[in-house]
């Protein structure tokens, strides 16, 4: 059987990466923890590393504290300016934030390289952002990530039409179109008991675990055979989403890159 690859962009391979991450809660404030070690051992290794911004309207609550990377100093301060004067600090690190909620039909891209990620509990901000970008001209690629109280995936797909990639990778809104019939229920967790109710304490550090994983891969590796996986915290097992078209057309999504 023949293994499909994806091989990662020559230019993040060069110089640093440019990385917008949308969202700085459970997954989010795990993952850019985890991007830092990236950061460093990547530049330990001769390259430049990642150039992160970060993207969140939220601010710190007292539920948040122990499930997600803050604690009982950071209540009140905004979740993006908090994570990102931490490395800054610390870490010597020059990426940037905002403190504002991001909107996925107006969202500004610089470059045509950017890796954005997603980690937004949110359908119609995915729906927005599939609408605005998906017959555009760019080589941007999406990595999203969405979980419930034990389980979760993570997928990663050209946001829209790449002019350099020979394969287009399917991103989560062409392999789960019926995220346009979702609706949003924005209900704020008071208490901790809440909090994990809704989101088991674990799956969030697993989901961003999974995005390192990957990303690790494509920057360490040059190549990945996967471009997602499927988290399950109950089984404790993680399974790859493959780079093959057949499994793209078992959700119904038709490669038309190579035809």
């Not at 803050?70 to 020059?94: A, M, V, Y």
């Not at 360490?220 to 089984?235: E, F, N, P, Q």
């Amino acid at each position: 059987m023949n293994q499909h690859l994806f091989m990662t962009p020559q230019s993040w391979l060069i110089r640093k990466v440019p990385i917008v991450i949308i969202g700085a809660g459970g997954t989010g404030s795990e993952l850019i923890a985890q991007l830092y070690k990236m950061h460093f051992l990547l530049k330990k290794l001769g390259h430049e590393g990642l150039n992160i911004h970060l993207m969140d309207g939220d601010t710190v609550s007292a539920s948040n504290v122990g499930r997600q990377s803050f604690w009982p100093n950071d209540i009140g301060l905004p979740k993006s300016q908090c994570l990102i004067e931490r490395f800054n600090q610390f870490g010597h690190t020059q990426w940037t934030y905002s403190n504002q909620y991001a909107e996925g039909d107006t969202l500004n891209l610089r470059g045509d390289d950017t890796l954005l990620i997603t980690c937004v509990d949110s359908a119609p901000f995915r729906v927005q952002l599939y609408d605005a970008f998906r017959d555009t001209d760019c080589n941007h690629l999406w990595m999203d990530s969405g979980n419930g109280a034990h389980d979760g995936q993570v997928i990663l797909g050209h946001l829209g039409q790449p002019n350099s990639c020979p394969t287009r990778l399917p991103n989560v809104m062409d392999l789960y179109p019926s995220l346009r019939t979702v609706k949003d229920n924005p209900i704020d967790s008071c208490s901790h008991e809440e909090a994990l109710a809704k989101q088991d304490f674990g799956i969030n550090i697993d989901m961003a675990s999974a995005m390192r994983s990957l990303l690790w891969q494509l920057m360490r590796y040059g190549k990945t055979a996967h471009h997602g996986a499927y988290v399950s915290l109950a089984d404790g097992q993680t399974q790859p989403l493959k780079i093959d078209p057949f499994v793209w057309s078992t959700f119904g999504y038709e490669d038309k890159s190579s035809a």
